[in-house]
C-alpha cells in the first residue's frame, strides 16, 4: 500500500502537470523484462493511482503482457519538461493484473471505436498490410452493430505495485533535488540522494 504522503504528493504533481499544459500528463514509460531477459520500454497511458500503485491498460497477449507473465518487476517513469525546472517521478516495483471487474469497469468506459480495436488488434503479432487490419476492425464493428461491445477476455488492467518511489525535482546547473521513498515490508522509509 502506498503512504499518503507519497500518494498525495504524486497526485498533486499530476495535477500541476495537467493546470500547467502539459499535453500528455498521464504518459508514462514502462520498461519490462521478457524470459531471457531483454528490456523493453514504451510509453503507456496512466489510467488510476491510489493506495494500491499506478493502474494500465493493455492486449495481455501483446510483448509487453507475455513479458509480465515472464518477470513481474516493472519500472515506469513521469517525465514532466514543463513542470518547474523539469519533474520526474520514477517507480519500481512489481506488476499485477487487476480484477476483472475493474477492467469491466473501465473498458466500459473508453470510446466505442478504442474498443472494437481491443477486439481487431492482435497486439504485437506480425500485420501483413494495413487493408488487413481495417477488414478485422469491419468485422468487429458488424459483430457489435446495435449493442454494447464486451471486454474481450485478452484484454485488461495492471496494477504496478511501488517497492520504491522517487520524486526528481530539476534545478539549474545539474544541482537537482532527488527524494526517494523505499518499501520494506509494509514500512516506507524516506532518504535524499545527491544528484
Known amino acids: ?14 495535477d500541476d502537470a495537467r493546470a500547467g499544459g502539459d499535453p500528455e500528463p ?18 503507456v497511458l496512466l489510467k488510476g493511482a491510489d493506495e494500491r ?11 509487453k503482457g507475455s513479458q509480465l507473465d515472464a518477470h513481474t518487476q516493472v519500472a515506469l ?6 513542470l518547474r525546472e523539469g519533474v520526474q517521478v520514477r517507480v519500481e516495483g512489481s506488476a499485477r493484473k487487476v480484477l476483472p471487474e475493474e477492467s469491466d469497469a ?11 480495436g481491443a ?4 497486439q504485437s503479432q506480425t500485420l501483413p498490410d494495413r487493408e488487413t487490419f481495417d477488414q478485422r476492425v469491419a468485422r468487429y464493428e458488424q459483430e457489435f452493430e ?37 518499501r520494506h515490508g509494509q514500512t516506507w522509509t524516506c532518504r535524499m540522494l545527491y544528484p
Open 146 to 182: 446495435g449493442r454494447d461491445v464486451t471486454r474481450p477476455p485478452h484484454w485488461g488492467g495492471y496494477v504496478v505495485e511501488p517497492d520504491m518511489i522517487e520524486f526528481w525535482y530539476g534545478a539549474e546547473f545539474r544541482l537537482h533535488e532527488r527524494v526517494r521513498w523505499s
Open 53 to 63: 500503485g499506478f493502474r494500465f491498460y493493455t492486449n495481455y497477449q501483446s510483448d
Open 26 to 43: 498521464t504518459a508514462m514509460n514502462l520498461s519490462t523484462v521478457d524470459g531471457a531477459g531483454r528490456v523493453s520500454s514504451r510509453i
Open 119 to 122: 477486439w481487431a488488434s492482435l
Open 106 to 116: 473501465y473498458f466500459a468506459s473508453r470510446p466505442r471505436q478504442s474498443q472494437i
Open 77 to 82: 517513469c513521469f517525465h514532466w519538461k514543463t
Open 1 to 14: 500500500m502506498l503512504k499518503s504522503e507519497i500518494l498525495d504528493t504524486f497526485l498533486q504533481l499530476l
